[in-house]
């Protein structure tokens, strides 16, 4: 069905929640396998026609941040998904206590009841307040940032509109548009910080309700880390410091030397060449003829998936007024359909949009007929590494985005990649020293990123420009605020992806096949379970980084 006919009736939660309890019931009493396995199959349709709702609701929200329908029913979702939270939490406690759990576990699999124990955790009925007022807050942050109208070079333009003025050739144009983008952010600071601040207090309330001594804890298990631990987070960080930073650092140096600049500032970071980075071709019509045309060649299974996306207008990739920053891959459940939500702003971000973020909307397609949703939904890092690796499976095709520029737009793909890990662990390890230490005022949370930064990008420097040279550049990280510790879920992947395209470059087939077995399993497997299936290192073990930053590494030495 095509989104645009997709209809949206408020999901009544209080009924649901209802027929949640009767289930329960129909658990705890049930005296057969066939019993249970009917109530788990009733529970499994109603709660996917409340994420459909749900999801409905927060996607044409996001389109449209100013149609106050859809603002209050995504604030209606946010007030109700925790009350109906409690009723499948019994409904899952009954189902994990039946004498008839064996039955299910048989047939669905182990990991669903350990990710289950895990989800258990974290939930009372006693938090629901403070869930509800972490939704909103949540909310308020991201209403603040899509509210944005900076006027610049004559435009008014959001967040995602800025972007390619961030990317310009012009240096003088690079600095104007970071100092635009940062004086927006300075003019909320004090409203920034207090709602940060007010996200660790209630994040750090809900854990200790819940019997942990920090959100840190909480948190692993909210993302359901179910194969790896803090320690493990630390070690690979470790390696980033020790086996990659050194290796970026001589490509950071390479890039100030080919822009010719004596340091390179915030807002060279991502320009590799003097007459600006390499961008598609074309109107966003273009661009999404040659994404359809990529898939439709790259396998059958791509073919099938994309045709489907796109005659049912499960995209919505235009940067307008009034629409919420960022992108998203999302699934209406009821449709069997993932959705894509992005703002094409004529950067590679846009080409990005078409790989990144159709690389999860295939892996759910891919799974969509599994019978219960547990089977079908890998946890993030895993789901991560679907998206970036289909970055670079799309390698292929790229001439059909940037033409002429094709070459110079994978070595600034390659590079991105490997640039980004280091970043994304002072994200990680940022979010670790916060939630560890909640007390922290917001001074001294700048400066723990400041000293982040200069540990883990020392090539960069932050000073000249305000917002970002006062350590308060985490603040337009959305993810801190919205998806905590989500962000090392991006590192673990992008390991893996580059462990994909350096099989890729010498066996395509042979990547792609590997690839589709990790796709296949949907959440069925944990990640380092996933990689062995694929036969791929995880990155947790001794020496993943120094082969990934070798080989990469030798192949841009070779590309000179």
Known sequence: ??????????????????????????????????????????????????????????????????????????????????????????????????????????????LMFK??????????????????????????????????????????????????????????????????EGNFYM???????????????????????????TFTELAYLRRTRNCYTPEMVKKFREQVKNDLVPVVAKIKKEQADNINVDTLKLYDDTTFYLDGNPKPVGTPEDILAAGKKMYEEMSPEANEFINFMYDNELLDVKAKKGKAVGG????????????????????????????HEAGHAFADYTVRDFDIEANKNPTMESCETHSMSMEFF???WLELFYKDDTKRAKLTHLKGALIFIPYGCIVDEFQHIVYDNPDLTPAERHEAWAKLERTYRPYIDMTGVPFYGDGRGWQRQLHIYHYPFYYIDYCLAQTAALTFRNIMMTDYKDAWDRYMKFVNEGGKKTFVELCKVADIKTPFEDGALKEIALATESWLNEQK
């Open 115 to 180: 990710n289950l124990e895990m989800e258990l955790k974290c939930f009372s009925p006693e938090i629901i307040p403070l869930l509800q007022k972490e939704n909103k807050l949540v909310s308020d942050y991201q209403k603040l940032v899509a509210s944005a109208q900076i006027d610049f070079k004559g435009k008014k333009l959001n967040i995602s509109q800025l972007g390619v003025y961030k990317e310009d050739s012009d240096r003088d144009t690079r600095k104007q548009a970071f100092e635009a």
């Open 394 to 396: 799309a390698w292929p």
């Open 328 to 355: 998203y891959c999302i699934t209406f459940p009821e449709y069997k359909a993932p959705f894509i939500f992005s703002n094409f702003n004529g950067t590679a971000g846009d080409v990005e949009v078409l790989t």
């Open 1 to 110: 069905m095509k989104f645009s006919e997709m209809e949206y009736k408020r999901a009544d939660a209080l009924e649901i929640g209802k027929i949640f309890e009767k289930l329960t019931d129909e658990i705890k009493n049930a005296k057969s396998e066939e019993e249970i396995f009917s109530a788990l199959y009733k529970q499994e349709e109603i709660s996917s026609h409340f994420a459909t709702m749900a999801n409905l609701a927060y996607v044409r929200h996001s389109i449209n941040t100013e149609d106050e329908f859809y603002d209050k029913e995504n604030d209606y979702y946010d007030e109700n998904g925790p009350v109906l939270q409690e009723k499948s939490t019994e409904f899952m406690l009954a189902l994990m206590d039946s004498p008839f759990k064996g039955a299910v576990e048989k047939k669905y699999g182990s």
């Open 187 to 213: 003019s909320h600071a004090e409203e920034l910080d207090t709602i940060f601040d007010n996200l660790v207090k209630v994040r750090t309330e809900i854990a200790k309700k819940l019997g942990f001594k």
